[in-house]
T-cell receptor, first 115, second 112 residues
Framework: DVKVTQSSRYLVKRTGEKVFLECVQD?????MFWYRQDPGLGLRLIYF???????EKGDIPEGYSVSREKKERFSLILESASTNQTSMYLC??????????????FGQGTRLTVV | QKEVEQDPGPLSVPEGAIVSLNCTYS??????FMWYRQYSRKGPELLMY????GNKEDGRFTAQVDKSSKYISLFIRDSQPSDSATYLC????????????FGQGTTLQVKP
């Protein structure tokens, strides 16, 4: 059974703290993604990585950074947490599509509250 | 303008109704179109996908893509309370990064 595991279901952090969200996949996928999900806005891509140590900015990268030192692990870092980063964060992984589509597998999400 | 637009609803229907969920997209380079279903407090899961234009049927679900009008649809026949969830449409370029662009998601409630 394929699995994407996010380290925490719920987190409460203080404004200004440095926050690490961890994601691990066991499917040997090249591509990994971080999205945030907010009511009425859907899933918005923060960053994605298509290989170890490779990353690309998504649509809303400001205030975030990422790290991918190993193929199975993709970390999202909030350098200095702010209240407008309160959200549901979803990690996903996916095999390289090539000429065929492949399914993206999501973790269960991390509900982050910044106070 | 978002690349994939979806009415967030909410949409409430009685059990047994036919449900129509719709998205529009702006980029004609999109080749793959997907529907994900997300239950409360869970991550999204792939429901259906289609490549380019056409219909695809899986049980009570039919996905439809009309590339000429840039319109994506999901039809649910004989809807059940267990279909109550948020439905997200997604599109992708034909390429190697696998980057998916999602719509806002439509929340569906099917009442018994």
């Amino acid at each position: 059974d394929v699995k994407v595991t996010q380290s925490s279901r719920y987190l409460v952090k203080r404004t200004g703290e440095k926050v690490f969200l961890e994601c691990v996949q066991d499917m040997d996928h090249e591509n990994m993604f971080w999205y945030r999900q907010d009511p009425g806005l859907g899933l918005r891509l923060i960053y994605f990585s298509y290989d170890v140590k490779m990353k690309e900015k998504g649509d809303i990268p400001e205030g975030y950074s990422v790290s991918r030192e190993k193929k199975e692990r993709f970390s999202l870092i909030l350098e200095s947490a702010s209240t407008n980063q309160t959200s549901m964060y979803l990690c996903a992984s996916r095999d390289t599509p090539g000429h065929k589509n492949t399914e993206a597998f999501f973790g269960q999400g991390t509900r982050l509250t910044v106070v | 303008q978002k690349e994939v637009e979806q009415d967030p609803g909410p949409l409430s229907v009685p059990e047994g109704a036919i449900v129509s969920l719709n998205c529009t997209y702006s980029n004609s380079a999109f080749q793959y179109f997907m529907w994900y279903r997300q239950y409360s407090r869970k991550g999204p899961e792939l429901l259906m996908y289609t490549y380019s234009s056409g219909n695809k049927e899986d049980g009570r679900f039919t996905a439809q893509v009309d590339k000429s009008s840039k319109y994506i649809s999901l039809f649910i026949r004989d809807s059940q309370p267990s279909d109550s969830a948020t439905y997200l449409c997604a599109s992708q370029f034909s390429g190697n990064t696998g980057k998916l662009i999602f719509g806002q998601g439509t929340t569906l409630q099917v009442k018994p």
